[in-house]
């Protein structure tokens, strides 16, 4: 620069992160001590708004990787669901491959696992908020999936139906959410023992209690780490689900409460908000039901 004139840093603390040159100016200046406060008053002001901007883009970059890695980890949670289940069918393919009841459900756990590997992957790519909105969920076609699901894991669910309910909510993660409490359950208590979930109604809301005389949980731990992420009682569990059911249900204006006690067994509870029309989108067989 042929007219350069003068070199005034930019800092923030003592960090040098910028400079600006000065042109020389048309009028002839004297650099004395009162340009030189000037020029550093300026140059404090111009360091300290630019390092509030390279922090707020950092700390922008930081949330969004933490959001990710979130993310992934229920993803990585999921899919392990999911491997447990295929490696599952393929433990039992040898006995009864000749079976055509076992090919036909077999067909069905393979279908049903890839569609949420494909959901999973949207996930990862559009994040954690459902691109569609709520909707009306029949929640006793829901249990009766997740008992299905478990009976052909050789596991038996009582299933209590008290009275048929639509609630608000995504369906695809509401199943998740009440299927990680049934497996929950099931992991928790030997085959002689009693696991089930009864369907109602409580107030303006629906009422889904899973239960199980299983091993239970103590006082401590139901308050002070079951919902927290990557805390949890299992040898190979990552802690994830617990804390991704308590964050849905409460993003869908529900609640979630723990009974549980040592070698007693535990019980929670969901409250699930109502489906009502105008509130969100019904699939047309419910409204047809409805009407």
Same mark, same amino acid.
């Given at each position: 620069?042929?007219? @350069?004139?003068?070199?005034? /840093?930019?800092?923030?603390?003592?960090?040098?992160?910028?400079?600006?040159?000065?042109?020389?100016?048309?009028?002839?200046?004297?650099?004395?001590?009162?340009?030189?406060?000037? $020029? !550093?008053?300026?140059?404090?002001?111009?360091?300290?708004? &630019?390092?509030?901007?390279?922090?707020?883009?950092?700390?922008? =970059?930081?949330?969004?990787?933490?959001?990710?890695?979130? +993310?992934?980890?229920?993803?990585?949670?999921?899919? !392990?669901?999911?491997?447990?289940?295929?490696?599952?069918? &393929?433990?039992?393919?040898?006995?009864?491959?000749?079976?055509?009841?076992?090919?036909?459900?077999?067909?069905?756990?393979?279908?049903? *696992?890839?569609?949420? +590997?494909?959901? $999973?992957?949207?996930?990862?790519? =559009?994040? @954690?908020? /459902? $691109?569609?909105?709520?909707?009306?969920?029949? %929640? @006793?076609?829901? %249990?009766?999936?997740?008992?299905?699901?478990? *009976?052909?894991?050789?596991?038996?669910?009582?299933?209590?139906?008290?009275?048929?309910?639509?609630?608000?909510?995504?369906?695809?993660?509401? =199943?998740?959410?009440?299927?990680?409490?049934?497996?929950?359950?099931?992991?928790?208590?030997?085959?002689?023992?009693?696991?089930?979930?009864?369907? @109602?109604?409580?107030?303006?809301?629906? %009422?889904?209690?899973?239960?199980? *005389?299983?091993?239970?949980?103590?006082?401590?731990?139901?308050?002070?780490?079951?919902?927290?992420?990557?805390?949890?009682?299992?040898?190979?569990? +990552?802690?994830?689900?617990?804390?991704?059911?308590?964050?849905?249900?409460?993003?869908?204006?529900?609640?979630?409460?723990?009974?549980?006690?040592?070698?007693?067994?535990?019980?929670?509870?969901?409250?699930? #908000?109502?489906? =009502?029309?105008?509130?969100?989108?019904?699939? #047309?067989?419910?409204?047809?039901?409805?009407?």
């Amino acid at each position: 620069m042929p007219n @350069a004139w003068l070199v005034v /840093p930019l800092t923030t603390g003592n960090e040098l992160i910028a400079f600006v040159v000065l042109a020389t100016a048309r009028a002839r200046i004297d650099v004395n001590w009162e340009v030189n406060d000037l $020029l !550093k008053t300026a140059a404090r002001q111009a360091g300290a708004f &630019l390092g509030q901007m390279q922090a707020s883009e950092a700390l922008l =970059e930081v949330r969004k990787f933490d959001s990710f890695n979130r +993310m992934s980890a229920f993803v990585v949670h999921d899919l !392990k669901n999911i491997i447990t289940q295929l490696s599952l069918m &393929l433990k039992n393919a040898e006995r009864h491959r000749d079976n055509p009841e076992f090919q036909k459900d077999m067909l069905m756990t393979v279908e049903h *696992s890839v569609e949420r +590997m494909r959901k $999973l992957m949207m996930q990862l790519r =559009e994040g @954690a908020t /459902p $691109l569609d909105g709520p909707r009306g969920i029949d %929640l @006793a076609d829901v %249990l009766r999936r997740i008992q299905t699901a478990k *009976s052909g894991q050789g596991r038996d669910i009582e299933l209590k139906i008290e009275e048929r309910l639509v609630a608000r909510g995504h369906e695809d993660r509401i =199943e998740r959410v009440i299927g990680h409490l049934v497996q929950n359950a099931l992991d928790a208590t030997e085959h002689r023992g009693r696991v089930w979930v009864r369907l @109602a109604r409580q107030g303006t809301q629906a %009422l889904v209690e899973v239960g199980d *005389s299983g091993h239970g949980m103590s006082p401590e731990f139901v308050r002070e780490r079951l919902f927290k992420p990557f805390q949890t009682t299992k040898p190979t569990g +990552m802690g994830i689900g617990a804390y991704e059911s308590f964050q849905y249900i409460h993003e869908l204006g529900g609640k979630v409460s723990v009974d549980s006690a040592v070698d007693v067994g535990t019980q929670v509870d969901l409250l699930l #908000p109502l489906f =009502e029309v105008g509130h969100a989108t019904a699939s #047309p067989d419910l409204l047809k039901e409805s009407e």
